[in-house]
């Protein structure tokens, strides 16, 4: 069966998967790595598979029970071979790219989380702009139930979440 696309060669298609690893800020599950890879149609699923594999064995690449993150030594070598891919791929990998990047970057600086002690549930709220926290919060609630639900509502609206409590503080009552 003729693949389209410019990617065949096992090689080319490693150095796709460093080249998107390398530009995403953490860890990526294995779903979304592979629709990224898919910017090349002559990419086959069992030839992804055997290539992130493959860089996993030789320590390109760790796998995490949360997914893949690329290596020293993987970005070292993809910084040393990436031009090799042809420009029309980098250019639409970059574009593919970019929104995940954008949503990794943000879930990096949401912490929602809570904690059972003996004196209840406590849901800890945190929001960072990069250089350092902006909010910081903890409080008491009725259950693990309602803390999964405040933990979820922060994590989709944290920004909103601050604007509100900032006027809250900053408004004449």
């Known amino acids: 069966m003729d693949r389209f696309g410019f990617i065949h060669e096992k090689l080319d298609i490693k150095i796709l998967i460093l080249f998107i690893l390398r530009?995403?800020?953490?860890?990526?599950?294995?779903?979304t790595l592979g629709e990224l890879c898919q910017c090349d149609n002559g990419i086959g699923y069992f030839d992804y598979s055997d290539c992130l594999s493959e860089l996993t064995e030789n320590g390109n690449v760790i796998e995490?029970?949360?997914?893949?993150?690329?290596?020293?030594?993987?970005?070292?070598?993809?910084?040393?071979?990436?031009?090799?891919?042809?420009?029309?791929?980098?250019?639409?990998?970059?574009?593919?790219?970019?929104?995940?990047e954008?949503?990794?970057?943000?879930?990096?600086?949401?912490?929602?989380e809570h904690s059972v002690t003996e004196d209840g549930c406590t849901v800890h709220l945190a929001m960072a702009d990069g250089k350092g926290k902006i909010i910081d919060l903890s409080f008491l609630c009725a259950g693990e139930e309602q803390a999964a639900e405040?933990?979820?509502?922060?994590?989709?609206?944290?920004?909103?979440?601050?604007?509100?409590i900032a006027q809250m503080f900053t408004s004449e009552v």
């Open 150 to 164: 405040i933990e979820k509502r922060f994590r989709r609206s944290a920004e909103e979440y601050y604007q509100r």
């Open 102 to 112: 954008e949503r990794m970057r943000r879930a990096a600086m949401i912490t929602a």
């Open 23 to 31: 530009r995403l800020p953490g860890v990526v599950d294995r779903e």
């Open 64 to 100: 995490t029970p949360e997914g893949y993150q690329i290596t020293e030594k993987g970005a070292r070598n993809a910084d040393a071979v990436e031009s090799s891919l042809p420009y029309s791929v980098r250019t639409k990998a970059l574009k593919l790219i970019a929104p995940v």
